[in-house]
């Protein structure tokens, strides 16, 4: 079966940019999603297939992949960016959904 | 706006079945696809399946013996069955919204914890 692999953390200070890095075969060929989950809360849509943005999402989201790597990048991060966030893309070969394991981003 | 919202027991005994159902409002159900994704304790997100407005589903392999799930257009509803649960069913329950396959989730419910115990 098909497997996203991410960082179990990333921590960046306030200002900084956040590089959260999403591991798969061959995801430049896929279309990645990127959703952050704040505790208590249901996770919300910030990158759509690759790096286009919903309406709604500041500009400091971004998205990129390349070969078997995709990265959301969060540009001048800011405490309220501290959140748990998911990498999932559809595995056309198995037609299944596919979640990467979460990535916790603590903003020092 | 288009709004999901889950129903159902919070509390389901093992070996028993988990039922859910997943409201949408402010818009029509037709021409997509509907999502159930659940997420255990500390944990992350599973995807459970999906059903497409026409009735047509697909489902998690790890789950699939157990899962039904289907879909009432006249109520604008969708909902969940897992069969003989046990412990480690125990989870916060999402609906979600796709507008294809391969597409993204853009619209999400609030989440339902159902906690499977004696």
């Known amino acids: 079966s098909y497997v996203l692999t991410q960082p179990p953390s990333v921590s960046v200070a306030p200002g900084q940019t956040a590089r959260i890095t999403c591991g798969g075969n061959?995801?430049?060929?896929?279309?990645v999603h990127w959703y952050q989950q704040k505790p208590g809360q249901a996770p919300v849509l910030v990158v759509y297939?690759?790096?286009d943005r919903p309406s709604g999402i500041p500009e400091r989201f971004s998205g990129s992949t390349s070969g078997n790597t995709a990265t959301l990048t969060i540009s001048r991060v800011e405490a309220g960016d501290e959140a748990d966030y998911y990498c999932?893309?559809?595995?056309?070969?198995?037609?299944?959904?596919?979640f990467g394991g979460g990535t916790k981003l603590t903003v020092l | 706006q288009v709004q999901l919202q889950e129903s159902g027991p919070g509390l389901v005994r093992p070996s028993e079945t988990l039922s859910l159902t997943c409201t949408v409002s402010?818009?029509?159900?037709?021409?997509?696809?509907w999502t159930w994704i659940r997420q255990s304790p500390g944990e992350g997100l599973e995807w459970i399946g999906y059903?497409?407005?026409?009735?047509?589903?697909n489902y998690n392999p790890s789950l699939k013996s157990r899962v039904t799930i289907s879909v009432d257009t006249s109520k604008n509803q969708f909902s969940l069955k897992l069969g003989s649960v046990t412990a480690a069913d125990t989870a916060v329950y999402y609906c979600?919204?796709?507008?294809?396959?391969?597409?993204?989730?853009?619209?999400w419910g609030q989440g339902t914890l159902v906690t499977v115990s004696s």
């Open positions: 979600a919204r796709t507008e294809s396959s391969d597409d993204a989730f853009d619209i």
């Open positions: 402010g818009g029509s159900i037709s021409s997509y696809f």
């Open positions: 059903i497409y407005y026409s009735g047509s589903t």
């Open positions: 061959n995801v430049g060929s896929k279309s």
């Open positions: 297939d690759d790096s």
């Open positions: 999932q893309v559809w595995n056309s070969r198995s037609d299944h959904v596919v």
